[in-house]
């Protein structure tokens, strides 16, 4: 009953890793596994096909046209959608998302829980409807339901939050996001270029769902305060290494007696 996609682009060792997870732990609960993988130049193929999964490239990505992708793909009616970044922790993570479509046939989707700011609005109860940033879809551990995609699919204009603007969209259509106690771990580090990418996309999908706007005074403070940041951020960083350096001085010096 479940399709587990995961987006991926040359992360093949985490891929590996989030695939060892999910055929060792949850293979019993799942019906099948997908990769959709954007041009990767690793050994990513090589990956998922030593652990079975099918593995679909795709061209020309963009995150709505990447999940409309992993909808088109998946056979089954429950989709969970990850990146290789990401993977189930709790035992019984696809059991609770089956349980939450038995028991609602309204339900257009699950977020699960990853981080403080989504155990937060679990625990306060603060639906989709009221902050549909926090409490709706991420596409990075959350599920779908492919019936409701059939009629409503992803927008592929839109330069990110594909997944906000859906949650956005199905809600007026009268369906309901849920979260679900399901955990997994977000676990990436991303470098100075992946960072800058994303706030480029960020500032356009802010832009063209939220509709904020940018102007040449926030420019100019994001500049201003940046800068400010990194140079005090250099004097408070080199004082505690200084710091550090003196107390291994003194610890040289005047060792502590051994137990």
Known sequence: MISVVIRTKNQSSALAFALKNLTERYIKSISEIIVIDNESVDDSKEVASRYGARFVAI?????????????REAKYPIVVLFSAHS??????FFELIQQKFEQNTNLAGLRCLHSPNDYKNYINQISALEDSDKSGLIFSGSAFSREVWKSHPFKEDVATFEDKEWTTRVIKEGYEIDFVPSIFCYDIKRTKKQLFFRFKNDIIGNYQLWHKNVTIGNAFRGLIG??????????????YIICRFLYLIKFITNKPKKF
Do not use: E, Q, R, W
């Open 59 to 71: 061209k020309d990505f963009s995150f709505g046209g990447s999940a409309n992708l992993c909808a």
């Open 87 to 92: 993977y189930p922790v709790s035992h019984d």
């Open 226 to 239: 940046g800068t400010y940041n990194l140079i005090k951020n250099f004097f408070v960083d080199f004082y």
